[in-house]
């Protein structure tokens, strides 16, 4: 059976992280940015991981940040995937020897099979709502129905993700994950045990179903 993977973004405190992992998540993502209310420097993110245990990807997001900014980040973290939410070209998201995922926002004329094929080296494509001015994180989401099924890429599914929706998205996109943050908050950066559990619980479910 196929499993839906799970990213809880937006981690700033190390006993949220710790609840993700009970409830169930495979990745947890730090963000690099310090316009967002779930900004963390490099010294907070690591050291949050120094608390986790084995077999949890650690994701660094980033938005339009210098290379020396990502370099920076690299030294302090032992980051497994670099996440890159501005407008960084296909060169500059690889030149860390470090695998990443690219987001594009899902404006309303974009040519989503050009883009994947610009970012052949990706690991994976993660696909967010579009809001003018707001590189993620917006707590809107898209019509799903705008993802080909055959796209030859990991699709990482963004944008409005609830307990109560996660479900529909995996049945309607059959993504290779969801990364969700505000859907599982009680407050900005602050997470909900419960709604992680309810929302990891509810891909769970939506697996055996497609299965």
């Keep these: 059976m196929f499993r839906t993977r799970v990213k809880i973004c937006g981690i700033t405190r190390a006993e949220d992280a710790l609840a993700a992992i009970d409830a169930g998540a495979d990745a947890l993502g730090f963000v690099f940015y310090a316009k967002s209310p779930r900004a963390v420097s490099a010294a907070q993110a690591a050291d949050i991981i120094a608390q986790l245990p084995p077999f949890v990807s650690k994701v660094g997001l980033f938005v339009n940040a210098s290379a020396e900014e990502v ?5 302090s ?3 497994d995937l670099l996440q890159f ?3 960084e070209l296909p060169d500059f998201c690889a ?6 995922m690219k987001a594009l926002r899902m404006r309303d004329d974009m040519d989503l099979v050009a883009a994947a094929n610009s970012y052949s ?12 001015g707001v590189p993620g994180g917006t707590g809107e989401s898209f019509d799903w129905h705008r993802i ?3 796209l030859d890429h990991h699709i990482v599914l963004a944008g409005g993700l609830r307990p109560d929706n996660a479900a529909a998205a995996v049945v309607t996109c059959g993504p290779y994950g969801l990364d969700v943050s505000g859907g599982v908050e009680q407050a900005p950066g602050i997470k909900c045990a419960q709604k992680m559990t309810e929302f990891i619980k509810a891909v769970s479910h939506a697996d055996r179903r497609e299965d």
């Design 148 to 150: 080909p099924r055959d």
């Design 85 to 87: 939410h501005g407008d």
């Design 121 to 132: 080296s990706a690991s994976a494509l993660l696909l967010d709502s579009y809001k003018p």
């Design 77 to 79: 973290c032992a980051l």
């Design 95 to 100: 030149a860390f020897a470090v695998p990443y």
């Design 71 to 75: 370099g920076g980040v690299l030294k």
